[in-house]
């Protein structure tokens, strides 16, 4: 497929100073899609209650190696809820909404889960919707012999639709964020069981999407189709060496007996973004495509001043989205945002030993109050190589001055720049109320020159990237925010990027919450369990 075709997708949907992306002139909050995807017709499976609490502490899981737990439902549905669940419910006025362990732009969730089992003595082999509402597993497929006896898959897809509603064209973009976040969502919480996640590298869009019966447009209803993402194996058994099956399960799916329909999502299509499926096809994975595991050292994983005793269980349910931090808050703690930091780069620890290919994601930061470090913009690249990019590609006149308390981080200005890192996120004040804010720059054409596909593993990436900021900023004691919203090419003067050699993909910023009280948090679950 085209790069070309790439590069006007992503052109067409940036904002500018002058005008914002394509999307809806009118958005009706009563229209809203429905964020949980329900299939009419299919066996149900039940999962444990949620809202178990592991042991496993944050410092655990930062500084040690859990021994695997067995693959059972118990755990299965463990891993679900803190991947994909839900974390809490919130009231403001007459407006109720859910929350989700793993974050979403606009909290729209285009995202669904998907599980593929080989292990009968968990579930019969067969392919599964996970069913976020009701923590339960929905039977879409019936598999009469298992290729590998055992194994375990977890799969994801979007509904552009869902996300589309609210943004438009720049939506696909967003769906991409999410599946990363939800990666590495995954990654955590099959850590938290001593489990392994595996991104599958080596089938197609097309394969994928006829695992998943996603391909069957008789049981869904038009537009409100899904598109595949990933698909992940669970290594839960430390001698699994089970690689190279994902051929033999395709081959055994497609005898599959398939079952259900998809409920509608209850909402008008007032509007249809062709673009949308256009880029949604030009970036299909072929299949056929190899890698490894990337062999990079990461940083230490632990250090002394980083030791959260909080169940690691806790703070993913904990993690929220910060919608306003306080400008007036104390400085950040130099060593707790060298350990936020360091953790983008601890490429041998979940969730970034989930990732299959070196970094191609490299950091530029607006710090505003942290101890020890002048305000100003700074660097961090994630890998040698992108040093070097950086430094080839970015202004000429930037300081590149090592800071000596922060290895890997490079001072570029200084100066007060919480108007610039406002202004540059769409003028909203998170990005300068906060601690440090930052962007995530792609080594774009390189990625594309590659294949075109890997346009949304950029995003994914980026997503992971904010998934780890997200717990960090937690265990510190702080709250992040992924930032969707921003001026792509006034990012690009900013740092003096000439081409499209680097892209800024998304933002994000961490700072010190302010809570409302006007806002009512309710459990999770609760619903479960009324009469």
């Excluded at 042991?55 to 755990?75: G, Y």
């Excluded at 939800?182 to 996640?197: F, T």
């Excluded at 490299?362 to 470090?373: A, P």
Aim: charged share 20%.
């Amino acid at each position: 497929m085209s790069k070309s075709a790439v590069l006007a997708y992503h052109q067409r949907t940036k904002h500018t100073f002058k005008a914002f992306a394509k999307g809806p002139e009118t958005l009706d909050w009563d229209d809203q899609p429905d964020p949980f995807r329900i299939f009419e017709g299919c066996p149900i499976f039940t999962l444990p209650p949620p809202g178990r609490e592991p042991e496993l502490s944050w410092q655990q899981f930062k500084s040690t190696t859990c021994a695997p737990k067995a693959m059972t439902r118990d755990n299965l549905g463990l891993m679900l809820e803190l991947s994909f669940g839900l974390s809490a419910w919130k009231e403001f006025g007459p407006d109720r909404w859910a929350l989700r362990c793993n974050p979403s732009s606009g909290n729209l969730h285009p995202s669904e889960a998907y599980i593929i089992s080989q292990h009968d003595e968990v579930l019969p082999v067969g392919v599964y919707h996970y069913q976020v509402y009701a923590h339960h597993l929905e039977q879409r497929a019936t598999i009469e012999t298992p290729t590998l006896p055992g194994e375990m898959y977890v799969a994801l897809s979007s509904v552009h639709w869902r996300e589309a509603w609210k943004y438009g064209e720049r939506a696909f973009r967003y769906c991409q964020h999410d599946a990363g976040h939800a990666l590495g969502a995954l990654s955590y919480a099959a850590s938290l069981l001593g489990w392994q996640v595996e991104l599958v590298n080596e089938i197609s869009d097309v394969q994928l999407a006829s695992m998943l019966g996603l391909d069957k447009a008789e049981q869904f209803v038009k537009r409100e189709e899904e598109t595949p993402d990933w698909l992940c194996r669970i290594r839960y058994q430390t001698d699994d060496v089970l690689a190279g099956s994902v051929e033999q399960l395709f081959t055994a799916l497609e005898n599959a007996v398939w079952q259900g329909k998809a409920q509608s999502l209850k909402a008008y299509h007032m509007y249809h973004w062709k673009v949308i499926d256009e880029i949604a096809q030009v970036t299909h994975k072929p299949a056929g495509i190899k890698s490894s595991y990337n062999s990079l050292e990461g940083e230490d994983a632990i250090a002394s001043h980083n030791a959260n005793q909080q169940p690691l269980a806790a703070l993913i349910r904990n993690r929220r989205s910060a919608q306003h931090f306080s400008r007036g808050a104390e400085p950040m703690p130099l060593a707790r945002f060298k350990t936020m930091i360091n953790a983008t780069r601890e490429y041998q620890r979940a969730p970034l030993n989930s990732w299959r290919w070196p970094p191609a994601i490299h950091l530029f930061l607006f710090i505003h109050k942290v101890e020890g470090l002048a305000p100003g913009l700074y660097c961090l690249p994630r890998s040698q190589h992108g040093l070097d990019v950086l430094k080839q590609k970015l202004d000429s006149a930037f300081l590149w001055q090592a800071e000596a308390d922060v290895d890997g981080l490079y001072a570029l200005h200084l100066n007060d720049l919480r108007n610039i890192a406002k202004s540059l996120s769409c003028y909203q004040a998170i990005a300068s109320d906060s601690a440090f804010s930052l962007g995530m720059l792609a080594e774009f054409d390189a990625a594309l020159d590659e294949s075109v596909w890997h346009y949304r593993r950029l995003f994914w990436e980026s997503g992971l990237v904010g998934q780890v900021l997200y717990l960090e900023a937690e265990a510190a004691g702080f709250r992040g925010t992924g930032i969707g919203c921003f001026f792509d090419d006034e990012v690009h003067k900013v740092l003096g990027i000439q081409d499209t050699s680097l892209q800024s993909l998304y933002h994000f910023t961490i700072g010190q919450p302010l809570q409302d009280d006007r806002v009512q948090s309710l459990p999770a679950y609760a619903h479960l369990t009324q009469s």
